[in-house]
C-alpha cells in the first residue's frame, strides 16, 4: 500500500508559477499510474493531469494545457505538477492519486486506489 504525500502549494499572484510534488512511500512507485486532480469550493474534482508508470504523459487538461505539465522521478518515488502562467481559476486544492494496473493513464478519480491529503494552491488576481 502506498502513501502520497502532497507538499508546494501557496499564494502567488497571477502569472505566477508554482511547482506541487507527491513524495511516495510504502509501494514500488514504479508499477504506479500517477495523476492529479484538482477540486475548487463547490466543484466536483477533476483530472488536470496523468501521467503513465514510465513517465509518459497521457493526458493534459484543455483548461491548463500550455500552462502545467506533469513529471515523474522513479528514482525519489515523487511526481510533479509544474504549474505557470496562473490564474485565479486555477485556485483549488490539489490531489496527487495513484493507480496500480496494466493501463496507460486514467483520468477518472474512481480509477485511483491512493489518494495524497491535499495542498491548497490560491492565485490571487
Known amino acids: 500500500q502506498v502513501q502520497l504525500v502532497e507538499s508546494g502549494g501557496g499564494l502567488v499572484q497571477a502569472g505566477g508559477s508554482l511547482r506541487v510534488s507527491c513524495a511516495a512511500s510504502?509501494?514500488?512507485?514504479?508499477?504506479?499510474?500517477m495523476g492529479w486532480f484538482r477540486q475548487a469550493p463547490g466543484k466536483e474534482r477533476e483530472c488536470v493531469a496523468a501521467?503513465?508508470?514510465?513517465?509518459?504523459?497521457?493526458y493534459i487538461a484543455d483548461s491548463v494545457k500550455g500552462r502545467f505539465t506533469i513529471s515523474r522521478d522513479n528514482a525519489k518515488n515523487t511526481v510533479y505538477l509544474q504549474m505557470n502562467s496562473l490564474k485565479p481559476e486555477d485556485t483549488a486544492v490539489y490531489y496527487c492519486?495513484?493507480?496500480?494496473?496494466?493501463?496507460?493513464?486514467?483520468?477518472?478519480?474512481?480509477?485511483?486506489?491512493?489518494w495524497g491529503q491535499g495542498t491548497q494552491v490560491t492565485v490571487s488576481s
Open positions: 492519486a495513484a493507480r496500480a494496473g496494466e493501463g496507460y493513464y486514467y483520468t477518472n478519480p474512481y480509477e485511483y486506489n491512493y
Open positions: 501521467i503513465s508508470r514510465s513517465g509518459v504523459i497521457g
Open positions: 510504502g509501494g514500488t512507485f514504479s508499477s504506479y499510474a
